[in-house]
Structure formats: structure tokens, C-alpha cells
């Protein structure tokens, strides 16, 4: 048995085709991150910053860095012989010519105290920003911008109330004090979840759904099913191929993601910053910090992520293969795997925004995988549940088994021509 | 010994075959019958790629669709229309069947070679099958069902594409096959089988119209063959008068072989009634363009 999985493994990684495409989206994957890197060296800042003063900010901490951008300030008084109160307001009455003037490591040296000054203003601004934050304002802000009314609403405001209760917690552990790139300007969790991850699910899927639809309808597209289905396997070997079809899915995951991974933290150090909280006010990027439901530093949050997009994959290689099953042509189950994934992501969109339907429909596995960056938070719009992630996994995985068992129980008895 | 037990195969209103009950032991049987008469739906169901709309087929006694593998372990099987991987050779291909039936990686490739060399393509078994000719594909086919020395073998329509030198080839093998096992051939070509089947299976309106040997099948045209010279002016008036079978031009002359019931003219030639005949006869309102 395990070699007629082996053999129809080969099927998948002998079509040209699909080598193809795994090249072409490695590169092209190693391409977005080249082109993002044009400010990997700014952020060393951030690891110095993590190595130096430890990862957690304290007010030790943070009287330590502000005394040592003192002492560096107080160098720049020396090296351009007038008085500098900041590096800020130094540049702010430099005119570019004079900024010419200096030496490249002269204005290196600006540069770097620059950053460290600003990570300091973030960090020292931390506890009167979050003073300002409300989960209820931010339910209601959500309220209002997307028209709720009636259960939709109230759903929505539960679970701020829930969320309050953790972000309080948050502030009282600190869990937010923790050093990591700036999201203003850098965006890093944007940058790694949203687009690089995001764009390996894209590719993962459109590679397993090729390589699922193409191993399943094999036997019919090549003429030879009157031939495989009448042996002594006989219609077994589709299950057969549906355990190839996800170990060749676990193989194409773990090679795209393991190039491109590979890539980005090769171009981006996050030496000091592993353990750092996805949760950390640092991390701030738009109007809200990212809060996850539970501590999560960002090891644990990529391999959480990493564990459940591939979890969601293995579920659409499932459902992928019942309707490979189901529509014997390969093309076909393309095309329809495409639509049903564009239904599913577009479907809470449809619902009534007074309805809880609007928050039930989003427990789709399409949801999931579009959305990496919010995965495991609590503000993440319509998806703010705690048990999301877990829920829509394990509602699937019911949905992929039932499937399973009707098209297995179809084809078994099914009229071969 | 496999037996069919009011076989009934409808596609939607569309009844293939009507109540059929056979018995096959082993030997070699013909399946006999035109284009279009039932042979391929019957097989599909003897190879369990279809299930018939009614009654059931035992083989010793336990229904085929029940035994699962263990009939398709026993079960040797070429389709009528077959494909294969483009990319892969005989030897690829056959590798992946064998290991489809059941049988380990060595003692497969023993028996690839063996049966390569026995359906005579031992040169090619590592060349892509995409550059193969309609006769080396089924040959192909051929070793493909015996991979596993199957006890029970089906074969629908081998000899397509065969040349002539192929064909008397393969009846020499399929003679010997049918000594020791069941083996089911179906064709529309009698010369495929006359020779070398113990029995013939003729199907007539979905349902069995013979099931005997080449002379007993003969024998019920037994003193109604006939051949004579005519003219070919009176080829015309004379298929009022009898059942042409065929004609063939000699010196002016046109020789007839015909079918008469009923008292014959004196200057005919009574002749032994030949399987031909008998299936001219039978499928006479069938179109039999393709004979
Ligand atoms: N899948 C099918 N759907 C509908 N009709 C079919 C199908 N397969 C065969 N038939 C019909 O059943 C009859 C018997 O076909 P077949 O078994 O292929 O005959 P043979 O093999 O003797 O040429 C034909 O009239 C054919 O048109
Ligand atoms: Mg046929």
C-alpha cells in the first residue's frame, strides 16, 4: 500500500506544470521580501535595543535608555558644535545641505540615535496611550461603521466586554511592554502574516488544489480507469490517493513555506525578538495593537499560525478531493474549488447586519486562511472570537469527514463507463 | 465457475441486456455478437465496474460485488478502449498495475519481462508509451491482464488493432491460456474465435441467442447453405428468392453462398454451414457495415 501511494506521489511532482509553478512562486515570494528589505539594517535597532535593556520595557529600563540617549546626545553637542536637545528637533532645523556636510558615519550615528530616541517616545508614551484605549469604544466604532443593529450588535458588544476583561489583564502583566519593530513605520506583522503568509497560502492552495484535483481524476482523464478500478485495489486506490494527495499537500507546505521562511528571517533579524509578544504595544500599526486572547510571543504565534493554516490546507485538500470524486475532471474541480473558496470568504458579506448569521458565516475555513495577521486576537473586526480559529477547524473537519464518507460511499458504488 | 443469474443492464430507459443467464466454467467462450449488442456492458459487470440493474453474478457461488478483492485478485481484464500514461514506459506502466493487484516490486518485474517478451515487446519496455502504434498499446494491454495469472481472464474485442501476424500470434496464446483457466473473449470478427473457442456466446436482442459449441451452433443451419455460380444480372432476383451470405466475382460469373429453407434448386451445392454463416444469418437486420 504504501507503494501505490508512493507511485501516485510520483503522478504530482513528474507534470511539468507543477514544477513549474513551485519555482515561479518561490521566486516571486523571495522577490517581495528582497524588495522589502530595504530597511532590514534599521531594524537592528530594536534587537540592540531587546539585547541591551532586556526584552520587557520597565521603568528601570526605559530610565537606563533615556540616560544613554542622553550621554549620545551630548556627543552630537560635541561632533556638530551646537547645542542639541534631540536628535527630533537637530533635524527639524537642519537644512539638507548642511546635513551634506557630515560624514557618512557621522550620519549614521544621527540616524541611529534618531530611531532610539523615537522607540523611546513610543515606549515612554505607552501607559497614557492604552489609558485611552476602550474594547466598548471599539466595539461600537465597529457598530457604527458596519450598520449593526439587534443581535449582531449585541453579539458584538459580549464579546468586547470579554476582550476588556483580558486587555485589562494585558495591562496588568505587562505583557505589552515588550520591545519589537516599530509598527509605525515598519509594519513587520503586516509585512510577515499578511503578505508573505498570505501569499504562501495563496500559492499552497492553488498548488495542493492542482495536484489534489489532478491525482484524483487521473485514472478518467487519462483513459486508464476501466483498467485501475478493476484490480485487486480496485476502487480502494482512492483512498489510495486522497492519503497522497495529503502527504503531497504536507510536502508542498512545508517546502514553500520552508523556502520562504527561510528567505525572510535570513533578510530580517529577530535574534532578541522571538519571544517578544505579538500583543506588544510596539507592535501598534494602525489604530489598535494587536491584542491576542492569550499571551503569545511570536515564536508561538508563528507556529500556531503555521499549524493552523496547514490544518485549513489539509481541509481543503479534502474537500478538493470530494469534489475531484464527485466531477471526475480536473478542470472542472479547479473551477469549482475557486468558486466555493470565493463563496466562503464573501459569504458573511451577504448576511443581514442585525443577524448573528453575519458572525456564524464567517466560521469558514476561507475566512481563516485570508486573514493570517488577526489570527488568535480579539479585534480583528467581525472575527474577534476567542475560540475562531479553533472552532471553524473543528466544525470543517466534521463537514470534510462527512464529505468524505458521501463520495467514498458514492464511488463505491458507482456505474464505471 | 462464474454464473449470471437474470442479468438485466438498463442505462436510464435504455434496457443493454434482458434477463441473461450463463454459465462458465473453465475453457475458452467467444462472445459473439455485432456492435452495439451488449458484449462490452456485459463484461463491464463480469469486471465489477458495473452493477446490473438486476439479478447477480456468483462466482463458486458468492456474488462477485460481495467477494470484492477476492474475485478481482482471480480477475484478469482488457477493456475494448483503454488509456495510458503518456509519459511512463511498459514497464512504469505495468509496474504501477502490478502493484494495483497486489503484487511485490521483484517478483513484478520477473513477471514484466517474462510477459513482455511473451506479447513481443521486449525492446521497447523502457521507451515512453506516447510514441507506441494502436497494436503495441493493446499488446500492452494483453500483458497488463495477465500480470497476475488470473483465473479468471475477460477480454473485450483483443484483436483491434492487431495485424493479421498479431492476431494468429495472440489465438495461439489465448488457446493456450484457456486450458487451465475461464477466458472470455468478446469480438465481432468470427475468425478471432472460430478456431480456438470451446463455446460461443451469441447475444441476440439483449438477450442470449447461443451458448454451444462451434458445430452444434453450426448444425442449426445443418442442409440450408448453399453455394452456386450466377450471373450477376440475376443477383438481384436472386436475393428475393434466399438469404445472400456473400458473393465473390470469378470468371463473369458471380458465386453465391446463400441460405434456402425449403426445397432446393438441383443445381446448387449443398455445404457444411460454417460459424460465418450462421452469424450472417442471424445478424442479417443488423446494419453490418462494420463486419
Ligand atoms: N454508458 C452508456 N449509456 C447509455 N447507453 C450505453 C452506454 N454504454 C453502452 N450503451 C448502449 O448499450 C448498448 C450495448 O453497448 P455495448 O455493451 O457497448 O455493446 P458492444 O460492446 O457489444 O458493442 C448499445 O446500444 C450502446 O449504445
Ligand atoms: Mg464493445
Redesign the pocket.
Known amino acids: 500500500m504504501m507503494r501505490i501511494i508512493f507511485l501516485e506521489c510520483k503522478k504530482v511532482f513528474m507534470s511539468p506544470l507543477f514544477i513549474g509553478l513551485f519555482i515561479v512562486f518561490s521566486m516571486f515570494n523571495m522577490y517581495l521580501i528582497v524588495d522589502n528589505s530595504y530597511f532590514k539594517e534599521e531594524l537592528k535597532i530594536a534587537n540592540g535595543l531587546a539585547e541591551t535593556y532586556g526584552l520587557e520595557i520597565t521603568n528601570e529600563s526605559l530610565h537606563q535608555l533615556e540616560e544613554d540617549i542622553k550621554l549620545e546626545v551630548g556627543k552630537m553637542t560635541e561632533m556638530t558644535g551646537q547645542e542639541v536637545e534631540s536628535v527630533f528637533s537637530f533635524f527639524d532645523q537642519l537644512s539638507m545641505e548642511d546635513y551634506e556636510k557630515y560624514s557618512e558615519e557621522e550620519q549614521s550615528f544621527f540616524h541611529q540615535l534618531q530611531l532610539k530616541e523615537a522607540y523611546l517616545n513610543v515606549a515612554k508614551q505607552i501607559d497614557s496611550d492604552y489609558e485611552g484605549l476602550s474594547m466598548k469604544a471599539l466595539a461600537e466604532a465597529e457598530i457604527e461603521k458596519y450598520q449593526l443593529s439587534g443581535n449582531a450588535a449585541e453579539i458584538l458588544l459580549t464579546e468586547a466586554e470579554k476582550l476588556s476583561i483580558r486587555f485589562d489583564k494585558l495591562k496588568q502583566t505587562g505583557e505589552h511592554k515588550q520591545w519589537f519593530f516599530l509598527g509605525q513605520p515598519y509594519e513587520m506583522h503586516s509585512f510577515l502574516f499578511r503578505t508573505i503568509v498570505k501569499a504562501v497560502v495563496f500559492e499552497a492552495l492553488i498548488l495542493i488544489v492542482l495536484a489534489t484535483a489532478l491525482l484524483t481524476t487521473y485514472e478518467f482523464e487519462n483513459r486508464t480507469h476501466l483498467l485501475v478500478y478493476a484490480t485487486k485495489r480496485g476502487r480502494i486506490v482512492m483512498k489510495d490517493k486522497l492519503f497522497a494527495s495529503l502527504l503531497v499537500t504536507t510536502v508542498i507546505v512545508a517546502m514553500l513555506l520552508g523556502v520562504t521562511l527561510a528567505a525572510y528571517f535570513t533578510v530580517f533579524d529577530y535574534a532578541y525578538l522571538w519571544k517578544s509578544s505579538i500583543s506588544s504595544a510596539l507592535n501598534w500599526e494602525y489604530n489598535f495593537p494587536y491584542i491576542t486572547w492569550w499571551d503569545m510571543p511570536f515564536w508561538k504565534f508563528l507556529s500556531l499560525v503555521i499549524v493552523l493554516l496547514y490544518s485549513c490546507i489539509l481541509l481543503f485538500t479534502a474537500i478538493t478531493y470530494a469534489i475531484a470524486v464527485a466531477v471526475k475532471n480536473s478542470y472542472f474541480t479547479f473551477f469549482i474549488f475557486a468558486v466555493f473558496f470565493a463563496i466562503c470568504f464573501m459569504l458573511p458579506g451577504f448576511m443581514p447586519l442585525s443577524s448573528s448569521l453575519l458572525f456564524i458565516t464567517t466560521f469558514n475555513l476561507s475566512v481563516v486562511v485570508m486573514n493570517p495577521h488577526l489570527l488568535f486576537t480579539g479585534n480583528g473586526g467581525l472575527v474577534m472570537f476567542k475560540y475562531h480559529e479553533v472552532l471553524t477547524v473543528t466544525v470543517w473537519t466534521v463537514i470534510a469527514l462527512v464529505l468524505y464518507w458521501l463520495v467514498s460511499n458514492h464511488f463505491k458504488k458507482v456505474?464505471i463507463? | 465457475m462464474i454464473v449470471l443469474k437474470d442479468v438485466s443492464?438498463r442505462?436510464?430507459d435504455?434496457t443493454?441486456?434482458h434477463d441473461i443467464n450463463l454459465e462458465f466454467t473453465n475453457g475458452l467462450y467467444g462472445l459473439l455478437?455485432?456492435?452495439?449488442?451488449?458484449?462490452?456492458?456485459?463484461?463491464?459487470m463480469l469486471a465489477t465496474l458495473m452493477r446490473p440493474s438486476g439479478g447477480e453474478i456468483l462466482y463458486d457461488g458468492k456474488d462477485i460485488f460481495q467477494m470484492e478483492e477476492t474475485y478481482r485478485t482471480l480477475l484478469g481484464y482488457l477493456p475494448?478502449q483503454f488509456g495510458f500514461y503518456k509519459n511512463y514506459s511498459p514497464k512504469q506502466y505495468l509496474l504501477y498495475l502490478a502493484a494495483l493487484k497486489g503484487i511485490g516490486k521483484k517478483e513484478a518485474l520477473v513477471k514484466i519481462e517474462e510477459l513482455l517478451e511473451k506479447v513481443a515487446l521486449p525492446d521497447v519496455m523502457n521507451k515512453k508509451m506516447k510514441k507506441f502504434s494502436g497494436g503495441m498499446i493493446q499488446r500492452v494491454g494483453i500483458a497488463q491482464a495477465l500480470l497476475n495469472d488470473p483465473k479468471v481472464l475477460i477480454l473485450?474485442?483483443p484483436t483491434a488493432g492487431l495485424d493479421p501476424k498479431e492476431r494468429a500470434r495472440f489465438r495461439h496464446l489465448l488457446s493456450e491460456l484457456g486450458r487451465d483457466r475461464l477466458v472470455l473473449v468478446?469480438t465481432?470478427i468470427v475468425s478471432d474465435i472460430e478456431s480456438i473457442a470451446n463455446e460461443i456466446v451469441m447475444?441476440k436482442n439483449r438477450q442470449i441467442l447461443y451458448k454451444d459449441s462451434v458445430e452444434k451452433i453450426c448444425q442449426t443451419l445443418e442442409g440450408h447453405v448453399y453455394e452456386t455460380s450466377i450471373k450477376y444480372e440475376e443477383l438481384d432476383a436472386f436475393r428475393n428468392r434466399a438469404i445472400l451470405l456473400s458473393e465473390k466475382q470469378e470468371q463473369g460469373n458471380t458465386i453465391v453462398r446463400f441460405i434456402h429453407k425449403g426445397k432446393p434448386d438441383v443445381a446448387w451445392l449443398p455445404v457444411t454451414p460454417q460459424l460465418e454463416d450462421v452469424f450472417l444469418y442471424e445478424y442479417r437486420d443488423d446494419v453490418d457495415g462494420e463486419v
Open positions: 456505474d463507463h | 443492464k442505462y436510464g435504455f443493454a441486456l455478437a455485432p456492435n452495439g449488442a451488449g458484449k462490452t456492458t456485459m463484461i463491464k475494448q473485450d474485442e468478446s465481432h447475444i
